[in-house]
């Protein structure tokens, strides 16, 4: 029996995107860059984050002819974004051909209490997570990848780190848990009981996991691979420095040989301004992007 | 004897690869560089991006140490991304390639994500049982030379074919609990090394 669209194509995406790099562009050649320098899929967006935040106002999914100019200049995958619940734009974006949908806090939301049912698309989607159990509670809703949030548009990769230390260390929890012990530990997470299940018997998401929002250098893509994520978002990080086609081939290598210091100094050398970036203590409760998703 | 097969890990599927291959009894070898490749037995090129793994492969001549391992045999076998790397001609594509197999293959070849899908496939080769196949933004071969054996087609295109010491499909046997296909590759490495 042949069937389109089902829950293993959409995960299979996704481990196929690992080791990889997905960058954010705005244009068809910005788009051409990214995939020149060896990126494993690109983010097409009207903005990226740090103009998002610069810009302030409300930020919406980018306009549908920006999403098929990209499409239509790069052989590999194309995602784009939908704001928090906007079932809508995700529909929309799915007609328009988009091989992952990004249900994203760096837009605004459009629901302030739910999310979108993603159990009821062909597309798959990727979320963003602070800890375990909001990443569990977005794979019960059919995301087919999880990335972690951290601050975006910042350059600044301690959120990241943050989310990716806290969602190990509640796995790492769940596998010493007696069984009793886990309902209490889903109640108090607010996780599906099945997926907690799943997490304290396998020691790992049941789909693959990357690391966003902040990553400047070559250095924070090796960082988050090595803190155990399966690949990398770089949103502003690239066409915001002073050279993104040295730092976009830096950061794909990078994510490849990230756990070899040798190749990481040779690669880190001579790639220019990095984008400038933000202290976290600077943003006000309002302008932090990953407090948004419920 | 124990055999000690490569799994190309410079992006992609290269971990579940990994698994299966232990589940068969193998020692296996992430390989990332040039040195990774000394005393493996066979090698898998795994699903991932084409032109990520090819731009990968350029670094310090990784994909030529590749193609003469192929050309003096050593068993390859690719799995979608890794079909691709190994054709002669790829349909409107420059991109880098390791030229190994005399095939044409076209790229997405079943269309973008929305189009992914899987299917039960008849592969005689692994007698009458189907293989349960996933086909993620799949390629397939449009052409291939006479010297190239056709082992599954879905639909009338060719998902499944062996070249000699090369083996490359369209889907991704990584991705389920039928262990068949990578038992056919083990048997070809068996058989070269016997």
């Known amino acids: 029996m042949t069937d389109i669209g089902s829950l293993k194509v959409k995960t299979g995406l996704a481990e196929m995107l690992k080791g990889g790099v997905i960058m954010d562009v705005t244009t068809p050649e910005q788009a051409k860059i990214a995939e020149?320098?060896?990126?494993?899929?690109?983010?097409a967006l009207e903005r990226v984050p740090s103009d998002i935040r610069a810009e302030g106002g409300v930020a919406r999914m980018a306009d549908p002819s920006i999403i098929e100019g990209i499409m239509a200049v790069v052989s590999i995958p194309v995602m784009a974004k939908a704001r928090i619940g906007h079932f809508v734009e995700a529909r929309i974006l799915e007609a328009l051909g988009a091989d992952y949908i990004d249900e994203s806090e760096v837009l605004t939301p459009a629901d302030d209490t739910y999310h979108i049912n993603k159990h009821d698309f062909k597309v798959p989607f990727v979320c963003g997570c602070r800890n375990l159990g909001e990443a569990l509670r977005r794979i019960g809703e059919g995301a087919a990848m999880?990335?972690?949030?951290?601050?975006?548009?910042?350059?600044?990769?301690?959120?990241?780190?943050?989310?990716?230390?806290?969602v190990m260390s509640e796995i790492r929890a769940l596998t010493l848990m007696p069984k009793e012990e886990l309902m209490t530990a889903a109640k108090n997470m607010g996780a599906p009981y099945d997926l907690v299940l799943y997490v304290a018997e396998h020691g790992k998401l049941p789909v693959v996991n990357f690391a966003a929002g902040g990553i400047a250098t070559p250095a924070d893509a090796a960082l988050m691979m090595q803190l155990g994520v399966d690949g990398i978002f770089v949103g502003s990080g690239i066409f915001k420095s002073g050279d993104p086609i040295a730092r976009a081939k830096a950061i794909v290598l990078a994510t490849t040989h990230y756990n070899d210091p040798k190749i990481l100094a040779q690669i880190s050398k001579d790639l220019g301004q990095p984008m400038s970036g933000i202290e976290i203590s600077t943003l006000t409760e309002s302008q932090r992007m990953q407090e948004r998703g419920w | 004897m124990k055999k000690r097969v490569g799994v190309l890990a410079l992006q992609g599927a290269f971990r579940e690869h990994r698994q299966v291959l232990e589940n068969l009894g193998c020692d296996v070898v992430e390989v990332r560089k040039s040195s990774d490749l000394k005393g493996i037995h066979g090698l898998i090129i795994p699903g991932g991006e084409s032109t990520t793994i090819g731009k990968l492969l350029m670094i310090d001549e990784m994909g030529e140490r590749i193609k003469d391992l192929g050309m003096k045999d050593l068993p390859i076998f690719g799995t979608c991304a890794g079909m691709i790397l190994l054709s002669k001609t790829i349909i409107d594509s420059d991109q880098y390639r390791l030229n190994l197999m005399d095939t044409v293959v076209e790229r997405n070849a079943f269309g973008r994500q929305v189009a992914s899908f899987e299917t039960d496939l008849l592969v005689p080769a692994m007698g009458p049982h189907l293989v349960r196949a996933v086909f993620i933004r799949a390629p397939y071969l449009r052409e291939v030379a006479p010297n190239?054996?056709?082992l599954s087609e879905f639909e009338g295109k060719i998902v499944f074919a062996r070249q000699g010491n090369l083996l490359a499909s369209a889907f991704h046997p990584e991705l389920t609990q039928d262990l068949r296909v990578h038992q056919y590759f083990l048997d070809m490495i068996n058989e070269h090394w016997a």
């Not at chain 1, 020149?36 to 983010?43: I, K, S």
């Open chain 1, 36 to 43: 020149e320098a060896g990126a494993c899929a690109v983010m």
């Open chain 1, 146 to 166: 999880i990335r972690t949030k951290g601050e975006p548009g910042t350059g600044n990769v301690v959120e990241a780190v943050r989310h990716m230390r806290t």
């Open chain 2, 148 to 150: 190239v054996g056709i």
